[in-house]
């Protein structure tokens, strides 16, 4: 977000990598706020630049979004990274769970980074990266004896994407959704 105490640069004056970071960031604030059906003359009339200017740096509104995408994807990687190796990987496994569900109901980007460009290659790669970094945080639970033994990363995939229709459908569904799906990974 840009400083309001201070002019922003010149549009001209910025190099390819600022004028993509601060499109990146006007694009986020409007998708979040807006959805992202936001159109792109909008979004160029909103940054103050031309239409082609977007198109130069991204290719498409799809590029965009999908750089977008990958930013949420990389969030919750970093919190699964973060959690392994913990003493206790099953409380690890819950706190992650709960840090993952409040980025997911908060954030509009977030929630459809489950949807969204799933077939674009850098949206492809973060999230067999985010996948990998959970897998190890589910064995790490397994073989602390906490989770069953067939408890797989997909289970925790599968529950995340369920969790934001029942949000939809009940405010705090989707977090009770997921606390029945660990606790019936749970070995007992």
Avoid: N
């Amino acid at each position: 977000m840009l400083d309001p105490e201070s002019p922003p640069t010149h549009w001209r004056a910025l190099d390819a990598d600022a004028k993509r970071a601060r499109l990146l960031g006007i694009a986020e604030q409007l998708f979040a706020r807006e959805g992202i059906d936001f159109p792109v003359p909008e979004l160029a009339r909103s940054a103050g630049i031309g239409v082609g200017s977007i198109y130069r740096l991204f290719g498409s509104k799809s590029d965009l979004l999908a750089e977008l995408v990958v930013k949420r994807i990389e969030a919750f990687q970093q919190i699964y990274d973060d959690a392994a190796g913990s003493d206790d990987p099953v409380g690890a496994l819950r706190r992650v769970i709960d840090h993952a569900l409040d980025l997911l109901m908060q954030d509009q980007i977030a929630q459809i980074s489950l949807e969204v460009a799933l077939d674009h290659p850098h949206v492809q790669e973060a999230r067999q990266r985010a996948a990998d970094a959970l897998g190890r945080l589910v064995e790490e639970s397994k073989a602390a004896g906490g989770l069953r033994p067939d408890a797989r990363t997909m289970d925790l995939r599968m529950a995340f994407r369920a969790a934001r229709e029942a949000e939809r459908l009940v405010p705090g569904g989707g977090r009770r959704l997921c606390t029945l799906v660990v606790d019936g990974l749970h070995r007992h």
